[in-house]
């Protein structure tokens, strides 16, 4: 079973609406953190977030932790077609990055 | 320019031959990472390094191995390759293994590997 659950697996939208996906778990996590991976390349880190309860925009893009710092949401406005791509979440456990672990991701498409 | 890059970006191998993947970094970074990635599965952290000859598992080690003689280079080793390891490698480094997650990972572009 994966430790943090995505929802949903698949989105497809059209340009300019807005979406919201989300990062589960039962576990409490002292970081979160959102990448963004596009075909045939490896993840980039979209933003890092620490505290329950925090806010964080990036653009379009705004990201919340959790006020018991278990769940995770990335909300798109205004969806664009370079948005595309998979959006994966992974949370920090221990003292150490090791210990980062990684949910299934959401495939985001979005047609012009 | 790359800080990391992966080589080689394609392989296909037999069953029961040992297979290199290499991970090399420009960024001077201690903390160096192997991932799988598998549908469905996200990535899943095969073993790490936190210093040059200092490497521990991660939660899918079994049937691998690795080596870091260098800080920059972090070498993952099929002993004898399976099918169930066809998968798509991610190696990915980072400033610090620091409680707090402020570092992220940066990530190379990755390694197809299928056994045959």
């Known amino acids: 079973t994966q430790l943090l659950e995505q929802s949903p697996q698949f989105l497809s939208i059209q340009e300019g609406e807005n979406l919201t996906v989300y990062c589960n778990s039962s576990s409490v996590f002292s970081s979160l953190q959102w990448y963004r991976q596009e075909p045939g390349e490896g993840p980039v880190l979209l933003v890092t977030v620490v505290t329950g309860g925090e806010v964080k925009k990036l653009k379009r893009l705004t990201f919340q932790f959790g006020d018991a710092r278990k769940d995770s949401s990335l909300h798109i406005t205004a969806a664009q077609p370079g948005d595309t791509g998979l959006y994966l979440c992974a949370g920090g456990r221990g003292y150490n990055n090791n210990d980062m672990r990684f949910g299934a991701g959401t495939r985001l498409t979005v047609k012009p | 320019d790359a800080g990391i890059t992966q080589s080689p970006r394609h392989k296909v191998t037999e069953t029961g031959t040992p297979v290199t993947l290499r991970c090399h970094q420009t960024e001077n970074h201690r903390y160096m990472y192997w991932y799988r990635q598998d549908p469905g599965h996200g990535l899943r952290l095969i073993h790490y390094?936190?210093?040059?000859?200092?490497?521990d598992k991660g939660e899918v080690s079994d049937g691998y191995s690795v080596s870091r003689s260098k800080t920059e280079d972090f070498l993952l080793t099929l002993e004898s390759a399976t099918s169930s390891q066809t998968s798509v490698y991610f190696c990915a480094i980072s400033e610090s293994g620091s409680w707090s997650g402020a570092y992220g990972y940066t990530f190379g572009s990755g390694t197809r590997l299928t056994v045959v």
């Open positions: 390094s936190y210093g040059v000859k200092d490497t």
